[in-house]
C-alpha cells in the first residue's frame, strides 16, 4: 500500500506565497513521474504541473512562471513552490505519483487526499 500525504496548504492573500509538500510512503520500490493537479469548484480537475523521475518538468500555461515543481527522489517527495498567487488559483491541490511497488509489479497511479488553498483578501 502506498500513501500520498500532502500539507502546506491554507489561506494567502492575492499575491502571496505558499508551498505545497507531499511525502510518499509505504511500500516503494521506485517512484517515477510525480506531478500536482488542482480542482477548483465548479471545474474539472486540471494538471498544474509534473516532473519526471530525471527533474524534467512541465507546467500548465496559466502556472507558468509563477509555481515551481521540485522533488527529492531520496525522501519520495514532491513539492509545488507557488508565487503570485491569484484568486483563480484556489482549489484543492492533488498529489499524483506513478509508484512501482516491488521489482516485478507494474506502475501503479496514487493520489494523495488533497490539501486546500485559499487565495482571498
Known amino acids: 500500500q502506498v500513501h500520498l500525504v500532502e500539507s502546506g496548504g491554507g489561506l494567502v492573500q492575492p499575491g502571496g506565497s505558499l508551498t505545497l509538500s507531499c511525502a510518499a510512503s509505504?511500500?516503494?520500490?521506485?517512484?517515477?513521474?510525480m506531478a500536482w493537479y488542482r480542482h477548483a469548484p465548479g471545474k474539472q480537475r486540471e494538471l498544474v504541473a509534473n516532473?519526471?523521475?530525471?527533474?524534467?518538468?512541465n507546467y500548465a500555461d496559466y502556472v507558468k512562471g509563477r509555481f515551481t515543481i521540485s522533488r527529492d527522489n531520496a525522501k519520495n517527495t514532491v513539492s509545488l513552490q507557488m508565487n503570485s498567487l491569484k484568486p483563480e488559483d484556489t482549489a484543492v491541490y492533488y498529489c499524483?505519483?506513478?509508484?512501482?511497488?516491488?521489482?516485478?509489479?507494474?506502475?501503479?497511479?496514487?493520489w494523495g487526499k488533497g490539501t486546500l488553498v485559499t487565495v482571498s483578501s
Open positions: 516532473i519526471n523521475s530525471s527533474g524534467g518538468t
Open positions: 499524483n505519483a506513478g509508484v512501482r511497488v516491488v521489482l516485478s509489479s507494474g506502475v501503479m497511479n496514487f
Open positions: 509505504g511500500t516503494i520500490f521506485s517512484v517515477y513521474g
